[in-house]
């Protein structure tokens, strides 16, 4: 069976490994448009992914391959939050358990050693092809239209085609084209840039600073603004920076508000957002001179089209804010759901796409609205709700029979299906999509009358 996955993220790599782990009658092709993360320079490196309980269970299941992995990582079990009061850090363990930790990981070194494992198994079905974009879907000849970067352009043909090409899919581009298929995407109102330098003294290689400011309204009538961010340890003692801030896409601003100059952004930083923490010129520089990178959530009703043999996963599927710190996760549950109903069907699609679409679709739509949920709008309900959920946490340590533990909680420490969590919190969920939805009424209210007001 020929199959023919776009895209070398981490999502089209692990379907890879567990397709011809599981068998050698599959030809695996995989078009990636961009070069081979393993010889890129180390300035170009992506941003830090987290992998909890969920992330590592799946890649465990591939005998090797979660050693592999967690070597190009970093083990994180504690939490670092600057007191003001205290004028220091604080460091918080994660966890009591010393086998449960996060592994922060570069999203490049992770599709590193995916691919490093996959070619040290020397599988005769496997074609890689780096450098070579998708540029057209066939639904109808279940043929794919490739474009090398040295101008050359090919067709391939597919018995199963696997959209594993990120937000910007072309393959969900082709089945959106197809009747039926229903699509919705939005943009969050926040951007964010990464960073990334050497280990600072001060800062350990164990532990991820976290910090949250709130910068005051630029005139009368705006919001106040909200900046977020972590400093995250990485492989080979470096640190990656994470900003966040609340900046609707279409505006222009290239940096956070009060960020005019590199020195600023060094000011910051080192005084008020993660107190201590030093930046070079050169870094400052380039991080002010880089676009910000905006963020889509998307939803399909539907991650397959069966007449085109065609078939979603990971973020193609369902693109989501990083704020859960889900989105790769999310991507490996897709691929053993696929992989699992492939097998199950002894490949007959007919069977195979349409039961992988029940069962992830309710569960991307799940881990998208967590995405949401877990954010409280209205400051009381987000008090009511975090003081809850801190009750809700000490009942489950002392009656771990009797009280469940809470939404994060299962997110990162279990394996739980989000929708499943979803529906174990539905009266708070109901109770906060009530509050939230009020709170966006009252924002456009207010922006109209402001509107009307100015003209
Ligand atoms: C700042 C940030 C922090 C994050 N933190 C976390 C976290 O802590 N934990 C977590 O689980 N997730 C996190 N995520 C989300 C996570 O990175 C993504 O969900 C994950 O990378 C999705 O994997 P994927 O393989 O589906 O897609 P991608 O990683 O987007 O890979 C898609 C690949 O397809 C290629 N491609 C695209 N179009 C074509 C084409 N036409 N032809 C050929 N190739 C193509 C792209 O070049 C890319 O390599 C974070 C994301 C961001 C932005």
Redesign the pocket.
């Known amino acids: 069976m020929n199959v023919v996955i ?8 692990l379907l890879a490994h567990r397709l011809l782990a599981r068998s050698s009658h599959y030809q695996v092709f995989i ?4 070069s081979d ?1 393993r010889k890129l320079r180390s300035d170009q490196r ?7 309980e969920r ?1 590592q269970t799946d890649l465990k299941a591939i005998d090797g391959l979660w050693s592999a992995v967690e070597q190009r990582g970093v083990a994180i079990r504690k939490t670092g939050v600057y007191s003001k009061k205290r004028q220091q850090w604080q460091v918080f363990e994660r966890s009591s358990g010393v086998e449960k930790y ?1 592994l ?1 990981i570069n ?1 490049n070194h992770l ?1 590193s050693a995916l691919l490093d494992e996959l070619e040290k198994r020397k599988y005769p079905g496997l074609h890689l092809n780096f450098d ?4 057209k879907v066939d639904l109808k000849a279940h043929q794919v239209t ?1 474009a090398a970067k040295d101008g050359q352009s090919m067709e391939q043909p597919y018995d199963l085609l696997v959209g ?8 969900k581009a082709a089945l959106l084209k197809q009747p039926g298929f229903d699509f919705q995407q939005s943009y969050f109102d926040k951007v ?1 840039k ?1 960073l990334h330098l050497p280990q600072p003294q001060a800062f350990a290689a164990d532990t991820s600073y976290f910090f949250r400011v709130t910068s005051p309204a630029t005139d009368a009538k705006a919001l106040p603004i909200q900046i977020s961010g972590a400093a995250i340890p990485e492989l080979d003692d470096q640190f990656c920076l ?1 900003i ?1 801030w609340g900046q609707a896409p279409d505006q222009a601003q290239n940096n956070p508000p009060g960020i005019e100059t590199p020195t600023d952004l060094q000011k910051m930083i080192f005084e008020q957002w993660l107190p201590g923490l030093q930046v070079s010129d050169a870094a400052a520089q380039a991080f002010c001179e880089r676009r910000p ?1 905006s ?1 889509l959530e998307t939803h399909c009703d539907r991650y397959h089209d069966q007449t085109g043999q065609a078939v979603l ?5 369902h ?2 804010s ?1 704020f ?9 549950a ?1 691929v053993v759901a696929l992989d699992r109903c492939l097998q199950a069907s002894e490949d007959q699609l007919q069977d195979a796409l349409p039961q992988y679409s029940a069962l992830q679709v309710k569960e991307g739509h799940a881990i998208t609205e967590l995405n949401i949920l877990l954010r409280p709008q209205a400051k009381w309900v987000s008090s009511l709700f975090s003081v809850a959920m801190m009750m809700q946490g000490k009942l489950n340590q002392r009656f771990p029979n009797r009280f469940s533990p809470t939404p994060s909680t299962l997110l990162s420490k279990t394996s739980m299906p989000y929708a499943e969590i979803c529906d174990r919190f539905k009266s708070w969920f109901s109770l906060i999509r009530w509050s939230n939805q009020r709170m966006l009424a009252k924002q456009k209210s207010a922006q109209s009358k402001s509107v009307a007001t100015n003209s």
Not at 6 to 13: D, M, R, V, Y
Not at 46 to 52: E, I, K, N, Q
Not at 313 to 317: F, K, P
Request: glycine share 12%; proline share 3%.
């Open positions: 776009i895209g070398a993220g981490p999502a089209g790599l078009y990636e448009q961009r993360p992506a941003f830090v992914l987290s992998l909890t992330g996060s922060l999203r599709c070579t974009a998708c540029a490739l594993a090409d990120g937000i910007h899919s072309v393959v964010w990464a994470l966040f990178s963020i996963v990971g973020d193609a599927a693109a989501m990083s859960l710190a889900q989105g790769c996760q999310a991507a490996f897709d």
